[in-house]
C-alpha cells in the first residue's frame, strides 16, 4: 500500500514529506494508522547525526493509532483496537531485561540500530524501489506502518490518543525519574528544572506535596 512519512536520508539534512510502499504485516506485526505522533528532542538528536542509527529511514517513535490489519498469529489486539507504541522493544530474554531494565534491551538493540523489524528485515520501500528502515522500530511519522506485535500498547478507546502517543516515550520518562531514579517519597522536597513534555510529567507524578531535586531531562527506566 502507498503511505506518505516522514523520512531521514542524511545527517544534518532536513527531514522529507515522501510517498512510500508499505508491505503487509508479516508473523507477530500489526498494521497501525497512525493519529496522532509527539515530536521528541531525540528526534532532533537524531536529525543532527547524534544517534548513530542507520539511514535512511522513516522516522518517529512517539505515536498513536488505530489496528488496520493484522498478521498471522497476533492475539494481543485486533482490527480496529486503539494503540500506542514503543519505541524499543525488549526481546524478554537479554541481561537488561531479566533485570527490568527492557528500555535498554541489548537483544533486539541490534535491530535497533539497523531501522530494521524483529526478523531482520523492513516493510517500507520508497519511489525507487530502495529500501526505507524503520524508525525505533514504529516509524510513526508516516499515516501507516507496520510495528512488531510487541511494540504495540493496547489503549481503552476512552483514552485520547492525542494523549496515548505520549506514553511510549515521554510519560514513562518523567514518571520513571520519580520513581526509578529519584525515588521520590512522601515528604520528600522536590524541585522540578524545566516544564516541558517531560517535566510536566515529572511534575505530575509526583506528589503535590512532596518536594526533591529532580534534574530535567533525565532519563531512566520507564
Not at 58 to 70: I, K, P, R, S, T
Not at 126 to 138: L, Q, S, T, Y
Request: proline residues 7%.
Amino acid at each position: 500500500m502507498k503511505i506518505k512519512g516522514v523520512v531521514l536520508r542524511e545527517p544534518k539534512k532536513p527531514y522529507t514529506i515522501e510517498e512510500m510502499e508499505l508491505e503487509p504485516p508479516k508473523e507477530h506485526e500489526v498494521l497501525v494508522r497512525y493519529v496522532y505522533a509527539g515530536y521528541c528532542h531525540s528526534d532532533l538528536h537524531l536529525q543532527l547525526g547524534e544517534i548513530p542509527i542507520a539511514l535512511p529511514l522513516a522516522a518517529g517513535h512517539e505515536g498513536a493509532g488505530v489496528v488496520e490489519a493484522v498478521g498471522p498469529g497476533v492475539t494481543t489486539v485486533k482490527k480496529g483496537d486503539h494503540v500506542g507504541v514503543t519505541w524499543m522493544i525488549p526481546c524478554g530474554v537479554c541481561p537488561q531485561c531479566r533485570r527490568g531494565m527492557g528500555n535498554v534491551c541489548s537483544g533486539n538493540f541490534g535491530n535497533f540500530l539497523q531501522g530494521l523489524l524483529l526478523d531482520g528485515t523492513s516493510r517500507i520501500k520508497d519511489k525507487k524501489g530502495e529500501m526505507i528502515r524503520h524508525g525505533n522500530f514504529v516509524s510513526c511519522f508516516s499515516n501507516y506502518s507496520v510495528v512488531p506485535e510487541t511494540g504495540v500498547i493496547p489503549m481503552p478507546k476512552e483514552f485520547p490518543l492525542q494523549f496515548a502517543c505520549l506514553m511510549g516515550c515521554c510519560v514513562p520518562t518523567g514518571w520513571g525519574t520519580v520513581n526509578n531514579t529519584a525515588k521520590v517519597q512522601p515528604g520528600d522536597a522536590v524541585a522540578i528544572w524545566g516544564l516541558g513534555g517531560v517535566g510536566l510529567v515529572t511534575f505530575k507524578s509526583v506528589d503535590l506535596g512532596t518536594i526533591a531535586l529532580i534534574e530535567y531531562g533525565y532519563r531512566s527506566s520507564p
